[in-house]
Nanobody, 125 residues
Framework: QVQLVESGGGSVQAGGSLTLSCAAS????????MGWFRQAPGKAREAVAG????????QYSDSAKGRFTISQDNAKNAVYLQMNNLNYEDTAIYYC??????????????????WGQGTMVTVVS
């Protein structure tokens, strides 16, 4: 059973940076798709970034392109989300997700069947 534990959330000033971590257990990340999703207050959950940890292909949502970077550390069996130039609209609970199936769409929630509990990111002015 794959388990995911997110960390690194917190409060950050607008324009600042934050890096989220997702530690995986139960399966090697290099055999999985890994993604980051978020849910803002009162809104539906949306995709942020996805990565095929086998060959490194990545996809980003329009709001994340140019500001966020998803990366992996196979030795730590973890993925990261580096977030730069944060703004108020980035305030949300951020979830890590994983899939053992080689789906093409890395940003589709239906592609993922393992989810973490989430970590809160609050951007303040």
């Amino acid at each position: 059973q794959v388990q995911l534990v997110e960390s690194g959330g917190g409060s950050v000033q607008a324009g600042g940076s934050l890096t989220l971590s997702c530690a995986a257990s139960g399966r090697t990340i290099s055999t999985m798709l890994m993604g980051w999703f978020r849910q803002a207050p009162g809104k539906a959950r949306e995709a942020v970034a996805g990565r095929h940890c086998g060959h490194g292909r990545t996809q980003y949502s329009d709001s994340a392109k140019g500001r966020f970077t998803i990366s992996q550390d196979n030795a730590k069996n973890a993925v990261y989300l580096q977030m730069n130039n944060l703004n108020y609209e980035d305030t949300a609970i951020y979830y890590c997700a994983a899939s053992g199936t080689d789906w093409t769409n890395l940003l589709g929630q239906e592609s993922y069947n393992h989810w973490g509990q989430g970590t809160m990111v609050t951007v303040v002015s």
